[in-house]
């Protein structure tokens, strides 16, 4: 996990043509996304469709991801973050300190790294995307991570992240962030947002958890 620090990123959707801006308190997020093996040693699946202990997983809904980081909380001795009631209630307790997924402001604010451009760097350094991934996954950390030490941000495979999408529009969808290994060129830049039903899996969809940093006491 990657310490993350305090913040301010301004979002944008171009569907609609809003920007809005998020002040952040620091958080950790992971340094890679959650591999197969991690996920495996976790829930005891294995859902993705290629195979490789240091692939991302993939092939994973946003409902298996959030499942998943509270099962690796309980193992941890954590608090989990979430409260899960039937098949579609869930609330973040955001004082619990157990692995969950990044808001979709803490995964902009991480991947960006301080720089304000579209990616952190150049794409064929930092990212697998069509144009080198040979059409395949690849295991994470394979490219140069950012200044903050984070490693596929951008490729290989879209994080899913907390938040909803737009209710009023697409109710129950929720965000997908960085672009995937079969994505071009313009969807792999930190400002790209692309939605999906919580029950989608596909081979380009993971996750990367974070965690909560509890303020000091005085």
């Known amino acids: 996990m990657i ?3 305090a913040g301010r990123v301004t979002l944008s959707d171009r569907r ?3 920007r809005w801006s998020v002040e952040l308190r620091p958080y ?7 591999t197969q093996a991690q996920y495996a040693a976790i829930i005891g699946a294995h859902p993705s469709t290629a195979r490789g202990d240091q692939l991302p997983v993939e092939g994973v809904s946003w409902w298996d991801a959030v499942r998943c980081c509270n099962a690796w909380s ?3 001795g954590l608090l989990p973050a979430y409260r899960i009631s039937g098949e579609e209630e869930i609330e973040w307790d955001p004082s619990a ?7 979709e402001a803490e995964w902009e604010h991480g991947c960006r790294a301080g720089t304000t451009g579209p990616r952190y760097g150049p794409l064929d350094e930092i990212a697998w995307y069509r144009d080198n991934s040979r ?11 950012n200044a903050w030490g984070l490693h ?5 495979v879209w994080d899913w992240c907390w938040d909803h999408y737009d209710p009023e529009v697409y109710g129950s969808y929720r965000v997908l962030r960085g672009g995937g290994w079969f994505d071009e060129h313009w969807s792999c830049r930190a400002s790209v947002r692309r939605r999906s039903h919580p029950t989608f899996r596909v081979d380009d969809v993971g996750f990367r958890v974070a965690r909560s ?4 006491s005085d």
């Open 3 to 5: 310490t993350v620090p």
């Open 16 to 18: 609609t043509q809003r």
């Open 28 to 34: 950790e997020l992971a340094r890679f996304p959650v």
């Open 74 to 76: 309980r193992r941890d």
């Open 97 to 103: 300190d157990g692995y969950r997924l990044p808001t």
């Open 135 to 145: 059409e395949r996954i690849h295991e994470v950390g394979g490219r140069q991570p």
């Open 152 to 156: 596929d941000m951008l490729g290989n």
């Open 213 to 216: 940093i509890r303020p000091q």
